[in-house]
Nanobody, 118 residues
Framework: QVQLVESGGGLVQAGGSLRLSCAAS????????MGWFRQAPGKEREFVAQ????????YYADSVKGRFTISRDNAKNTEYLQMNSLKPEDTAVYYC???????????WGQGTQVTVSA
């Protein structure tokens, strides 16, 4: 079983930056991908970014492309989400996730709140 723990959320003004971290522990895996999702109040959870385990290719939602960067440190079993030029509409709970066996995400963190003030 893989455990994921996010950190780095908080309150920031519009235009500011935050870096989220996601530490993975438990069963060692290579898996398919790791990613970030977010859920704003009253809205469905949505995809934010993904990094493939093999090759490190990255994918982004159109709403964050050019502002957010996903990365990982294999030695530390940690992935990151660098968020720049934040907007109030980025306010949400951000979740780290891992696809450990197939393309389906099957491990989730508890979430970290990101609030962007206007």
């Amino acid at each position: 079983q893989v455990q994921l723990v996010e950190s780095g959320g908080g309150l920031v003004q519009a235009g500011g930056s935050l870096r989220l971290s996601c530490a993975a522990s438990g069963r060692t895996f290579s898996g398919y991908a790791m990613g970030w999702f977010r859920q704003a109040p009253g809205k469905e959870r949505e995809f934010v970014a993904q990094i493939r385990w093999s090759g490190g290719r990255t994918y982004y939602a159109d709403s964050v492309k050019g502002r957010f960067t996903i990365s990982r440190d294999n030695a530390k079993n940690t992935e990151y989400l660098q968020m720049n030029s934040l907007k109030p509409e980025d306010t949400a709970v951000y979740y780290c996730a891992a696809a450990t066996r197939t393309t389906r995400y099957d491990a989730w963190g508890q979430g970290t709140q990101v609030t962007v003030s206007a």
